[in-house]
């Protein structure tokens, strides 16, 4: 940071003589206060370095992007501090770790109010503009011009929210981005002021809606599957094992895959149901034209797999062509949209003045662990492309094959560039003179990562770690305490988890002292603060043990795993978010809840107790009738204690009710409660006479 400060200091003097100089010419030129560059920075989402040619990938051609390379820095060691859309585009703004400026997952509002460079850019005389997926929430600060995509954004014909004001468009998203983006430099902005644009793309963000002019790109290339696609997490802890990320299981077959079903076909299930309506309404959402051009380069692409009736591994491998070909398809417009920007910097005469800069807001796997999305600090998540064009400063064609940079350095590399002061609380690191390839000395030599997103989508348990040039420590925190080390050296696939491994326990002492240094130089200790507020752990016999059910709770709310009926965690007030429904709660539909729970041994039973949920505008209905049975065998059940539905029929409260049978005494092995569903809705309900639901959560033995 020294070297900067004195350049400011430096620049700040030289303003203050300019003040008694008349005459410009008079200063000698290389005492000339520096002209502050535009910033034109390109960030997509979900783009993996994997799919741009100028990262040496072998899947698809980015002639485009591939010129800022050619023309400017591309760096091998650049990453994301919290591998998720939000969270990533905080830290871009704030210059500040997610536990600093309070977007620690998707989930979070966007505190607009606090110190962001756009703002600090525009103290500095510059003209902002923000146009693209936002993804924050909160209305942007900070701007000139806003133009933004609600939440994730549509690819046909989608909304967008233009300062304010939501207008429906026509088009292909990429496109529209770009169109407003150039409509903006043209003709919105101050042209007396340097600009700083953030131009920022939803694709190829899932699900993979190509333009209709790619449809039927790659139909007849075969792409190469990926080293690690079969991937069995065999030296892995839990955590890999319990994620739904994998493209062989947890793509929807019409929203992700394109696969239509005819009407009779509409799924039963609740999981599925949820990817049959939203593929509905995505592809309802294109023109009769459109909807034409995609269904002819389509339905005969289905009509083959149906015939074929692919299974295990071929299905599997099957699905990665569909996925990838589609996901490169969107790329496809990405890459011609950049270059319709560079274009229009070249035609007037901004080429030379412009900072521009490729990225996106993370990695993505692209079947590497047989995985889709990103999230975990593995590497095809944890690194970012990063490209950097700016002619006056900038080599050309380097490659920078060895600094580390994070989206944590974009805020003070961008106020360095506009001469603007860096504030001492943004935790990143200008890049301008690495830029240059003069890397200050004491540059970064590791990285500090954490993500939260847990109990959540995915199922990517909450994890920290450090990487450094030649490791990486990890750990798993939680539901789940573990840890996991790579030697990047030997392994760059992270296939082989050495955590354990003798040889490597020199290495793990030294980087977790450095791993804890860096969480201190960061002030990332208090972790206690981000774990959901609203769940209790509960200690009882029960814990982690085997529960049996008679019926399966429906998929929609099983939470992934029948143990979430006994894994300690009670949510015990009424408010839940949908992440909680999901994770904490077994929902029944139209069935009983018939559970029984093995101990592994004879115990001493005090209490049992269980939980359950109503909320009757979601259908969901305390059980009618509840009992608590034990036995020593699992043969022979005694009962304990029997209950009534303790509330009135036509109590519209949402409530969590405990039901406790206390003061048993007894040794037993197994436990089994009994909640009847009520069935159907009630006569006064709106659904009368459809399924209810019953919902539970924690069955407590002490
Ligand atoms: C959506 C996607 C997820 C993705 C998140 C976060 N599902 O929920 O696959 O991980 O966004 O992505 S989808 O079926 O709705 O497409 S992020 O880029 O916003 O972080
Ligand atoms: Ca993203």
């Not at 400060?5 to 000339?32: D, H, M, N, W, Y």
């Not at 690191?429 to 000395?441: A, E, F, N, Q, Y």
């Amino acid at each position: 940071m020294s070297e900067n400060l004195q350049r400011r200091e430096f620049l700040k003097k030289v303003g203050k003589g300019l003040a008694f100089v008349t005459l410009s010419s008079a200063i000698p030129v290389s005492c000339k206060p520096k002209k502050q560059p535009n910033i034109l920075f390109i960030m997509s989402d979900d783009h993996a370095y994997q799919a741009i040619s100028a990262y040496g990938g072998k899947l698809n051609k980015t002639p485009n992007i591939d010129r800022i390379a050619e023309e400017g820095v591309r760096f091998e060691q650049s990453f994301v501090t919290n591998s998720i859309c939000a969270p990533s585009r905080a830290v871009l703004l704030t210059g500040k770790y997610s536990h600093l400026n309070g977007v620690i997952n998707n989930s979070k509002v966007f505190d607009g109010s606090q110190q962001t460079f756009p703002k600090l850019l525009r103290e500095n005389g510059y003209q902002t503009a923000m146009i693209g997926k936002w993804h924050l929430k909160s209305q942007p600060t900070g701007f000139d011009y806003w133009n933004i995509l609600p939440g994730q954004g549509h690819y046909y014909n989608p909304d967008f929210i233009e300062m304010g004001e939501k207008k429906r468009l026509h088009g292909y998203v990429t496109d529209l981005i770009t169109d407003f983006a150039l409509d903006w430099l043209e003709n919105k902005r101050d042209k007396n002021k340097p600009f700083c644009l953030l131009l920022h793309h939803k694709a190829p963000h899932r699900n993979w809606m190509p333009d209709t002019k790619y449809l039927h790109k790659y139909d007849d290339v075969k792409m190469p599957l990926p080293e690690t696609f079969f991937d069995d997490y065999s030296t892995r802890s839990r955590a890999a094992k319990e994620q739904e990320m994998e493209i062989a299981r947890h793509l929807f077959i019409d929203f992700d895959l394109k696969v239509t079903r005819k009407p009779d076909e509409y799924p039963t299930n609740d999981w599925e149901k949820m990817g049959a309506d939203m593929w509905k309404n995505a592809y309802n959402r294109m023109t009769e034209e459109q909807r034409k051009a995609w269904d002819a380069a389509y339905e005969p692409k289905n009509a083959l797999f149906r015939k074929a009736r692919l299974k295990g591994k071929d299905l599997a491998v099957w699905k990665y062509e569909r996925y990838i070909k589609d996901y490169l398809r969107c790329i496809d417009s990405v890459d011609d949209n950049v270059g319709r920007v560079l274009k229009y910097l070249d035609n007037n005469g901004l080429t030379e003045n412009t900072v521009v800069i490729y990225t996106s807001d993370q990695g993505f796997f692209l079947g590497e662990h047989g995985w889709f999305d990103k999230r975990w600090i593995y590497e095809q998540s944890l690194r970012m492309p990063l490209l950097v064009r700016y002619p006056r400063e900038v080599p050309s064609g380097v490659v920078n094959k060895d600094d580390m940079v994070l989206n944590l350095d974009f805020a003070p590399t961008f106020l360095d560039y506009a001469n603007a002061e860096i504030p001492s609380d943004m935790q990143g690191r200008s890049i301008r003179d690495v830029l240059k390839g003069k890397t200050p000395s004491d540059w970064r030599q590791a990285v500090y990562y954490h993500y939260y997103e847990y109990p959540a989508w995915h199922k990517v348990k909450r994890h920290y770690g450090i990487r450094t040039k030649r490791y990486k420590l990890v750990h798993f925190y939680y539901d789940i305490n573990a840890w996991e080390l790579y030697d990047l050296e030997n392994d760059p696939d992270e296939i082989h988890n050495v955590y354990d491994d003798p040889a490597y326990q020199a290495v793990v002492k030294k980087l977790k002292s450095q791993l804890k240094r860096l969480q201190e130089k960061y002030g990332d200790t208090n972790f206690k603060k981000f774990l959901p507020a609203n769940q209790r752990k509960t200690e009882h016999l029960g814990v982690g043990k085997r529960v049996l059910l008679v019926y399966q709770p429906a998929k929609r709310y099983n939470g992934g795993r029948i143990s979430a009926l006994c894994d300690g965690m009670i949510y015990p007030d009424g408010k839940f978010s949908d992440i909680n429904l999901k994770e904490g709660w077994l929902g029944f539909k139209g069935v009983d809840l018939i559970a029984t729970i093995d101990l592994g041994k004879v115990r001493e039973i005090q209490s049992v107790r269980a939980q359950f949920l109503q909320q009757i505008e979601s259908w969901i209905f305390m059980p009618t009738q509840v009992s608590f049975m034990i036995s020593l065998d699992g043969k022979k059940y005694v009962p304990v204690a029997a209950f009534e539905n303790p509330l009135s029929e036509r109590q519209m409260e949402s409530v969590c009710k405990t039901l406790k049978a206390e003061g048993i005494q007894k040794k037993a092995r197994f436990i089994k409660v009994h909640a009847k569903n009520r069935g159907v809705c009630p006569d006064w309900h709106p659904g009368a006479g459809e399924k209810a639901w019953l919902f539970c959560d924690e069955i407590v033995v002490q």
